[in-house]
């Protein structure tokens, strides 16, 4: 480790400690405080709704979400969303980054115009989508009637509404996928790929024994992205759906919403976001053994 | 092999042809949309290029005071995020980039991966009852204060290894010259990380451009940014698509620019630093 030569910051221990101090100063009031709050609150029965007295009711509130058939289907309709990012998102961002990869012409004009989608305002491009994907009049339909496809109600029915979120996460979320492999390929030595091609290996078996495996710390490193971000997808179901229709794309974190903001429930809410907090945490371990493998 | 071989570039171009229509016709959609008139909105089939462009939707938005208010906000909620997210990210980036162990260092490092990890509403849902106690809801700075933590894994991911990759040799000098450890990080190793620091701050004025869940819960009229504006369009009773268009498109215009600049930059933040360019 360099760093350990350097005497002023490195071996007295107030100078590091000092310097991360202002970040610490932060991450207390506003990462540590409310996470203890939120505990807290979830043993209560406070409502914004019904300002009266508020009483210890101990794990009723967790008890209740457990009861919840709302609960069940938030997590369900969360693993759903997860299952796209992982097998759908994914595998086609791999694809579309091995295809940009062997483009030699105009290969920065397209990976641009690719990324674009994935840095928006996902309100502003929900909000876009919403007016695609209107039923009578949106120009989606109006492309599967020319191609005399059937017209779903988009918004509007169970199946449809959690394929259009789908979508509009997908297209925002694989530009990630294709900007991640690409930097992984970009890095990756030519030696053994060319080993490969003198002993005559096609080009799936490259792809399969050579490119694959050599990507292994860069896809680790999607996979637990997606993972989390799909966990936490909340404004493109905001705008498209807020939840509907009934639960059918209301996830873990809109539950959560809805339950605060909706129907004022701060404690049953905060008992939400508790076991919110709890699911969290195997990702700290995914994330270690992820670093641990990529370094 | 020589059909072969043209067989496989056809295929090459043919995907990323219809990749690229895919990712940038929402985008030709929006800003087409929004120099329509009401009547072209709806018309079917769809007017891809064959309406007179009208600016009405523009100047309907820009009449209205509050717009222009709006769009200060989120000028000055980003703006004011990036400075305090890279003076406050700079500092623990370089003691981090410096220091394999010191005190706080692994529980500041668990910390960040949860803060990464953890949906946003399970802090906002306490942090709404903590301001609403407090009276701090609908401050700007207390806004950009909240946004600067939640935000804070992608500054710290994204400017460690600019700090790291800085040669120790150039601190130790100025060590010999009697310099302090403040006066050499102020005076020689920030304007070595001046590019790292411009990336991460462009980088970090994407993502709180982009926030809805902070401004939206703890904001009120007066701190009202863009998306929380854009998102208020669709409780409206009438739909009126042009201006929500028009809308849109001063949201994410600026963005689709920045993009093109910034993307190789974007690999280190958006991997958790796990990855190195």
């Known amino acids: 480790m360099r760093g350990a030569r350097l005497a002023s910051v490195g071996k007295s221990s107030r100078a590091p400690l000092a310097f991360s101090l202002p970040a610490w100063i932060l991450i207390i009031p506003i990462f540590i ?16 709704g019904f300002p009266q007295p508020i009483n210890f009711v101990g794990l ?42 062997s483009a030699s012409k105009f290969a920065s004009m397209f990976r641009s115009s690719l990324l674009i989608p994935m840095l928006l305002t996902p309100v502003a491009v929900a909000l876009m989508w919403r007016f695609m994907f209107s039923s009578e009049l949106g120009i989606i339909n109006w492309v599967l009637d020319k191609m005399t496809l059937a017209q779903p109600d988009w918004l509007g029915s169970v199946t449809a509404a959690f394929f259009a979120v789908a979508i509009v996460d997908s297209w925002q979320s694989i530009p990630f996928v294709v900007l991640i492999t690409l930097a992984g390929l970009a890095a990756m030595p030519v030696a053994p790929q060319e080993a490969a091609m003198i002993d005559g290996a096609s080009t799936i078996q490259r792809i399969r024994y050579v490119t694959l495996p050599l990507l292994k710390p860069v896809l680790l490193v999607i996979l637990l992205i997606r993972i989390i971000d799909s966990f936490k997808l909340f404004d493109i179901i905001f705008i498209l759906t807020r939840g509907g229709p009934g639960t059918a794309t209301q996830t873990l974190s809109m539950l959560d919403y809805n339950t605060a903001f909706t129907f004022l429930a701060t404690s049953r809410a905060a008992a939400i976001g508790v076991v919110l907090a709890l699911m969290s ?15 | 092999m020589q059909i072969k071989k043209r067989l496989a570039k056809i295929f090459v171009y043919s995907v990323l042809t219809i990749t690229l229509l895919t990712s940038l ?9 929004s120099f329509k008139k009401r009547v072209d909105t709806f018309a079917l089939p769809p007017k891809f290029f064959n309406f007179s462009p009208t600016m009405d939707n523009y100047k309907k938005l820009f009449s209205d005071p509050t717009f222009v208010k709006v769009y200060l906000n989120t000028i000055l909620f980003t703006l004011g995020a990036a400075f305090l997210s890279i003076c406050i990210g700079s500092l623990a980036a370089y003691a ?29 849902v306490p942090l709404y009852d903590l301001c609403s106690k ?34 120790i040799e150039l601190e130790e000098a100025g060590m010999v010259d009697g310099l302090s450890t403040w006066q050499i990080f102020r005076q020689i190793v920030i304007p070595l990380a001046l590019p790292g620091i411009s990336a991460a701050a462009i980088f970090l004025s994407l993502l709180t451009w982009n926030e809805f869940l902070v401004p939206v819960i703890l904001g009120d009229q007066s701190t009202q940014t863009l998306p929380v504006l854009i998102s208020g369009f669709i409780s409206a009773r009438t739909l009126d698509w042009g201006p929500m268009a028009a809308a849109s498109s001063l949201a994410i215009i600026p963005i689709a620019v920045l993009t093109v600049f910034v993307q190789r930059k974007l690999v280190v933040g958006l991997s958790l630093g796990a990855l190195k360019e």
């Open chain 1, 33 to 48: 405080l409310p996470l203890g709050l939120g505990l807290y609150l979830s043993v209560f029965d406070k409502s914004l």
């Open chain 1, 60 to 101: 009723a509130n967790f008890q209740s979400d457990v009861k919840n058939s709302n609960f069940y289907s938030a997590v369900k309709v969360t693993a759903q969303f997860m299952a796209i990012a992982v097998f759908i998102q994914i595998p086609i961002g791999i694809f579309l980054a091995m295809v940009l990869h």
């Open chain 1, 281 to 295: 945490l195997p990702l700290y371990y995914l994330w270690k053994k992820v670093i641990s493998v990529s370094s």
């Open chain 2, 25 to 33: 016709f929402p985008i030709f959609w929006t800003i087409s949309t």
């Open chain 2, 96 to 124: 981090l980039a410096r220091n394999p162990r010191f005190r706080g260092k692994t529980t500041f490092e668990i910390l960040l991966i949860l803060l990464r990890a953890m949906p946003g509403v399970v802090l906002i």
């Open chain 2, 134 to 167: 407090l009276h701090l809801l609908g401050e700007l700075p207390v806004l950009i204060t909240i946004i600067t933590v939640f935000n804070l894994p992608f500054t710290i991911w994204m400017l460690t290894p600019f700090f790291a990759a800085i040669p």
